[in-house]
């Protein structure tokens, strides 16, 4: 187990190093932020106090050494356009978009479970082929469409929910939190459900897939024959070994709706990092575009570590510390 | 053994609507079951075998279906219960098991816990009195250290091994009938002795009575009491097993015994049944064994009843074997 942490922790280290460098190089590949930064009308001098102030007259290697060492004490460089640090400014927008993520998938494991459940188990009935076809619809229609739609629907229409920004919001421990308020969470309804939908489609597949896996095998067939309540046979039997590869793509999931809420943030106005980046890429931010992409990469890491742990507690043939692993 | 018979099936009939048509998997099948008694069940793979034990839980699946017979236990009419007064039943008072041990537990549940899932389903019961029931139930089965295994899961343990913990899970509420599929067949042959003794102890101690489903006549020989033949979804012959070992009525019975290695001389060729087993989807008028029986003659044609050949044995032949004789 410790071994186990011990050698995830140098993997994620070696991964999130490497990554380091290709998301520099790959954001100072793209444009001149000084263009956008400063007065086209200045003069070369002012450009080039600019640019030097930034550090961006340096060769490439030069400002990635710096960046490195100024990360590794926690420094994620100063943000070009709001002069503030990029790692502050990025924690001070991760609550919003962690609050979006977590209902989303909350919503996706309550509904797409159960629903991938039925699916599976009655799958000849006519509820269980809507919820099949169903699931086609939420895998085929982009996001932002259904983003639209959900603000004319319920929004604009309806006018049952709001459409714009976080609403009322909490604060606990210094960190603004909208779920707390009733006015936030009906601000968080409409964009946590556009978000949501692709994956409850999703784990509806998912489960509904592994139910019918499961379901002809002998362990089931012998806690039938030994007279195990049907319902308990699901809640048991069936469920835990269906949840084993569902935690993975739960994790996975969970993970790109932070880094890729981008869409959602924009069209509902959610001021999370999503919203964030596009703006610092608009920008040519470079600092706000690198810490993201850095936090996001350790996000990935860790999660894959929580998942690998989840493993070993939902399969016991599943041994952690492996060197193979 | 007590006369009354514990198990009573009569003509049960077993069809799986398929698509190429109606298949006929159990036709016709009647026995009964005395406590404490082992009835085998022999035959060829596809003779019905699974489906007769299955028909007999209640537990074929669509698009099989029961379509007549009856089957009787204790007084109850099984085949007259609902889904939910079956269910009452199985692990209780029928229980079943299986043949591959490696896949009949539940691989990530651990084994006290697949235990308190029995036990639950008819009676209530802690787990803490659950691991207790366990544990003794494991040792009966010839499990060292049952309370060490109590934590371990299936994947832990060896073939033999689960498959004790298997049958010691299906006697734990105490059933008065087994159903065991091939529980053996899995399992290589030092240990599968090992477990056939197991199996005949407990059932003559705890006077329960086993259907115990075989391909393998060696194994009836040294097992079991009494012996059903199966072909074509029927039972071809009934009886006591020393009797039907040395004097078979049926042909189908003489050809089973007589491809047997152990008993064939030194270096003679094996014998072997000419032709395959016919489909049940399409199963020869008549006796269903004529197409490939060497004394079929015209009156094969119309089906045999399962008459009486001897004292307590049956054979479904217009033509049964010499009594007492050896020509076959
Ligand atoms: N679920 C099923 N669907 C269709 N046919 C089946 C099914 N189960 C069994 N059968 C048919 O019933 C016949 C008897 O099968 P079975 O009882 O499993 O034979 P065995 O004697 O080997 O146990 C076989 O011919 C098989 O094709
Ligand atoms: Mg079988």
Redesign the interface.
């Known amino acids: 187990m410790i071994a186990f942490l011990i050698q995830r922790l140098l993997q994620g280290a070696a991964v999130v190093a490497a990554m380091s460098l290709i998301v520099f190089i790959g954001v100072y590949a793209i444009g001149d932020p000084v263009e956008i930064l400063i007065n086209p009308d200045a003069d070369q001098a002012t450009r080039e106090a600019v640019t030097q102030m930034l550090g961006l007259d340096q060769p490439l290697w030069v400002q990635y050494w710096r960046f490195v060492q100024a990360a590794l004490q926690g420094d994620l460089g100063t943000s070009f356009v709001f002069n503030i640090p990029a790692g502050e400014l990025i924690l001070e927008r991760m609550p919003a978009t962690l609050e979006l993520a977590v209902t989303a998938t909350l919503m996706a494991i309550l509904i797409g479970i159960p629903l991938g459940l039925i699916a599976g188990l009655d799958q000849e009935r006519w509820y269980a082929k809507s919820i099949l076809a169903g699931s086609i619809l939420g895998f085929s229609l982009p996001t932002f469409w259904v983003g639209l739609i959900l603000i004319l629907t319920f929004g604009v229409w309806l006018n049952w929910l709001p459409v714009f920004g976080r609403g009322e919001t909490v604060s606990v421990f210094g960190i603004e939190w909208s779920f707390l308020t009733l006015d936030g969470l009906a601000h968080l309804v409409l964009p946590a459900t556009n978000l949501a939908l692709f994956k409850i489609a999703l784990f509806i597949r998912l489960t509904r897939a592994g139910v019918r896996e499961v379901l002809p095998q002998d362990f089931i067939r012998y806690a039938n024959a030994m007279g195990i309540h049907p319902a308990r046979v699901v809640s048991r039997h069936v469920l835990k070994n269906i949840m084993i590869p569902l935690v993975t793509v739960i994790g996975i999931e969970f993970g790109s709706v932070v880094a890729f809420a981008v869409v959602t943030e924009s069209i509902f106005n959610w001021p999370g990092m999503g919203k964030l980046i596009i703006e610092s890429i608009n920008r040519l931010d470079r600092p706000v575009i690198v810490a993201y992409l850095m936090v996001i990469v350790v996000m990935f890491v860790i999660i894959n570590v929580v998942v690998d742990l989840l493993y070993a507690v939902l399969d016991p043939r599943v041994r952690l510390g492996g060197s193979n692993r | 053994m007590s006369a009354v018979p514990v198990l009573d099936v009569s003509s049960l009939t077993t069809v799986f609507e398929l698509k190429a048509g109606a298949a006929r998997s159990v036709n016709d099948v009647s026995f009964s079951l005395r406590r404490g008694e082992i009835l085998g069940i022999v035959g060829e793979s596809g003779s019905g075998k699974s489906v007769t034990g299955l028909s007999i839980?209640g537990?074929v699946a669509p698009p099989g279906r029961v379509v007549s017979g009856e089957v009787r236990m204790n007084g109850t009419v099984l085949t007259g219960l609902d889904e939910a007064q079956l269910?009452?039943?199985?692990?209780?008072d029928i229980?079943?098991i299986?043949q591959?041990p490696m896949?009949?537990?539940?691989?990530?549940?651990?084994i006290a816990r697949q235990f308190y899932?029995?036990l639950r389903?008819?009676r209530p019961v802690t787990m803490r009195e659950a691991r207790e029931i366990a544990a003794a139930a494991m040792a009966e089965v010839g499990i060292s250290a049952p309370r060490e295994r109590l934590d371990a899961?299936p994947?832990?343990l060896s073939g033999g091994m689960r498959q004790r913990v298997?049958i010691a899970?299906?006697l734990v509420n105490e059933p008065s009938v087994i159903i065991a599929d091939e529980p053996t067949t899995a399992l290589d042959v030092t240990i599968q002795a090992q477990i056939l003794a197991m199996i005949q102890r407990i059932v003559r101690e705890r006077q329960v009575a086993m259907i115990f489903i075989t391909h393998d006549l060696s194994v009836v020989a040294g097992l079991c009491d009494r012996v059903g033949v199966m072909y074509g979804g029927r039972i071809v012959e009934l009886g006591p097993v020393d009797e039907i070992l040395a004097d078979p009525a049926h042909p189908y019975t003489v050809g089973l015994l007589a491809s047997i290695p152990g008993d064939a001389p030194a270096r003679s060729r094996l014998f072997q049944i000419p032709g395959t087993q016919p489909s049940p989807l399409d199963l020869p008028s008549g006796c269903s064994f004529r197409t490939r029986c060497t004394k079929a003659a015209a009156l094969c044609e119309t089906a045999p009843p399962f008459a009486p050949v001897a004292d307590g044995r049956q054979a479904r032949c217009h033509f049964p074997q010499n009594r007492g004789g050896h020509d076959a």
């Open positions: 839980m537990l269910r009452k039943k199985r692990g209780r229980a079943m299986f591959d896949t009949t537990l539940n691989p990530v549940l651990t899932e029995v389903a008819h899961y994947h832990q298997c899970i299906s």
